[in-house]
């Protein structure tokens, strides 16, 4: 095997005389690295060339996002920010999905936001996304790599809702006071 960065191939352990192994239990290696893989195998008339390689990423799911956050809100959207996760695993994070809820304060965010499609870091759901005035949603994030996908984001709440009318200009109550 090499390096895990293109370098020489150095010999493994070898094998016990007159034994087939089939599996190798290798150790330390360095996560993210492309690792280069080759064998031959000798008989009583000597070593046979050199397999071909066989390239394995050491690669493990992506870290956990952190949980969305509110860019804005108004009656009829909501504009949400998302994160990478601090770590890709060791392979690149090619895909991320959005979920929420239904608007029920008693249920998890298991619906997949169907446009949210872009991988973008930022997105506005609309009334159009399945969204209710006056209902208050939660969201989470997922990470996707070659292995598979995080664990979710934490939840995150947010309600659309308009900003609150102006109130009334205030008044005045006179007050008097007894010298008494």
Partial sequence: MDDGQGGDLKEQSPATQNTMETKKLIRNLVKGRLYRFAYRVKNVNGWSPMSDFTSIRTSVQPSQPDAPTLISATGTSITLQFYKPK???????????????????????EIEVTSYTSNLLTHTLTLADGLTTGLVYKFKFRAYNSVGASVDSNISVFALVDAPNAPDAPTVILSHTSDN
């Fill in 87 to 109: 770590d890709n695993g060791g392979s690149e994070v090619y895909q991320y999905k959005l979920f929420r809820n239904n608007g029920n304060a008693s249920t998890n965010p």
